[in-house]
């Protein structure tokens, strides 16, 4: 299923206007969000954004201050968290290490029946398969991987058969592989069962390679709910443009806007130089400051100097190598330009003054800047 064909899907839960308070703090600042039935829905942003705290609210533990939360249509604001068809797994496992894998996923039905008629330890048995641990039923969880705890956190919160699964930064005590891992893993899972999913990361590699939607948040209260792919290549502030991925993004005035058979392009004027950008959809008018980025692997770096009249063709500049990060595959280049520090990718080793180029197309004007 792509997000496109959920995009008419239910609503399976519904945040109005929902703010929570701890004395002066605002949390969650007026938040309004629907997430579909199957979705798998991330909240992302910088520390203290209220991602937690909104996940806190879904899960019942914390009361809105203001504002109602919905289940399928329904008004749960005042419902307890057991009353609620969630299951929860946080970030530090919480396994209960004196008892065996299968009783911490036994656990997580609570004494109360399993679905589809299964016996407590049937129900264990198709948990374990389903997170990939068969026969792990007799093992000590201290014994076992950061990875497979986690597995098996994510077993015991869906022993009772929620509706909606909730992740707080699952995998942020793992290193760096087995997140990768764990993450197709998760994926996996939550596609097979076409559970709604909200989960919560700071890491936004992660929650573009994860989510259906994502909501880049700031200050209680998203800035962005779009796929993976929308937030990536058209950010609609410049919080999400550079908070998303590495970016470079650019502010000037609009000096000219004319039609070109690609759609709209605006000069605008950055100083020292004018460059040509895409407005698609964004509004542009002569005189107006606005932000466009250029993603590196848009913008292209060479040796090649001027034409054969001793100028530069359209969106090239010259920039000045100040630093060089070897990643692999590729190397990510950071140049000074003007007084502000770019960043490209390339695949050759760069040194001291380069011409810098881009195409009006991989360029994004950014609506609200
Ligand atoms: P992090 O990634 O650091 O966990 P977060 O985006 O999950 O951050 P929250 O934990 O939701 O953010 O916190 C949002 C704001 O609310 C922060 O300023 C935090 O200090 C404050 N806050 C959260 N819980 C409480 C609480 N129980 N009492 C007082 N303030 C709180």
């Given amino acids: 299923e792509r997000p496109s064909e959920r995009a008419d899907a239910p609503v399976a839960l519904e945040f109005d206007g929902v703010t929570k308070r701890y004395g002066g703090t605002t949390a969650v600042d007026d938040l309004s969000?629907?997430?579909?039935?199957?979705?798998?829905f991330t909240l992302v942003g910088p520390s203290g954004c209220g991602k937690t705290?909104?996940?806190?609210?879904?899960?019942?533990?914390?009361?809105?201050?203001?504002?109602?939360?919905?289940?399928?249509?329904?008004?749960?604001?005042?419902?307890?968290?057991?009353?609620?068809?969630?299951?929860?797994?946080?970030?530090?496992?919480?396994?209960?290490?004196?008892?065996?894998?299968?009783e911490n996923v036994a656990y997580g039905l609570n004494f109360a029946d399993p679905p589809n008629g299964l016996s407590s330890a049937e129900r264990v048995r198709e948990?374990?398969?389903?997170?990939?641990l068969e026969g792990f039923e007799d093992r000590e969880p201290e014994n076992l991987s950061g990875g497979q705890k986690q597995r098996i956190a994510i077993a015991r919160a869906l022993a009772p058969g929620p509706e909606v699964l909730l992740l707080d930064e699952p995998m942020s005590a793992l290193d760096a592989q087995l997140r990768e891992r764990l993450r197709l893993q998760v994926k996996a899972?939550?596609?097979?069962?076409?559970?709604?999913?909200?989960?919560?990361?700071?890491?936004?590699?992660?929650?573009?390679?994860?989510?259906?939607?994502?909501a880049v948040m700031r200050a209680g209260a998203p800035e962005q709910v779009a796929p993976p792919r929308k937030i990536y290549r058209r950010p609609e502030s410049r919080f999400v443009a550079e908070f998303v991925g590495d970016n470079n993004v650019f502010s000037g005035t609009v000096t000219a806007v004319e039609d070109s058979s690609g759609g709209p392009l605006a000069t605008v004027d950055v100083g020292p130089e004018c460059f040509t950008v895409a407005v698609d959809d964004a509004d542009a008018s002569v005189g107006e400051v606005v932000s466009f980025c250029v993603r590196p692997e848009n913008l292209s770096v060479d040796e090649r100097r001027r034409d054969d009249h001793g100028h530069l063709e359209t969106n090239a500049?010259?920039?000045?190598?100040?630093?060089?990060?070897?990643?692999?595959?590729?190397?990510?280049?950071?140049?000074?330009?003007?007084?502000?520090?770019?960043?490209?990718?390339?695949?050759?080793?760069?040194?001291?003054?380069?011409?810098?180029r881009f195409d009006p197309d991989g360029t994004h004007l950014i609506p609200d800047s």
């Fill in 53 to 102: 705290t909104t996940l806190r609210l879904i899960a019942g533990f914390e009361r809105p201050t203001d504002g109602t939360l919905r289940f399928g249509g329904d008004d749960v604001t005042g419902v307890p968290p057991e009353d609620r068809d969630v299951g929860v797994v946080f970030q530090n496992y919480a396994l209960f290490p004196h008892m065996t894998v299968g």
């Fill in 317 to 356: 500049t010259t920039a000045t190598v100040v630093g060089a990060e070897f990643l692999g595959e590729q190397t990510r280049v950071h140049l000074e330009w003007g007084g502000r520090e770019l960043l490209v990718r390339t695949t050759d080793p760069l040194s001291g003054d380069v011409v810098l």
């Fill in 127 to 132: 948990l374990l398969e389903l997170v990939d």
């Fill in 33 to 40: 969000l629907s997430v579909r039935e199957g979705e798998f």
């Fill in 189 to 214: 899972i939550q596609r097979e069962l076409g559970i709604t999913t909200v989960y919560v990361t700071h890491d936004q590699e992660e929650a573009l390679a994860i989510s259906d939607r994502l």
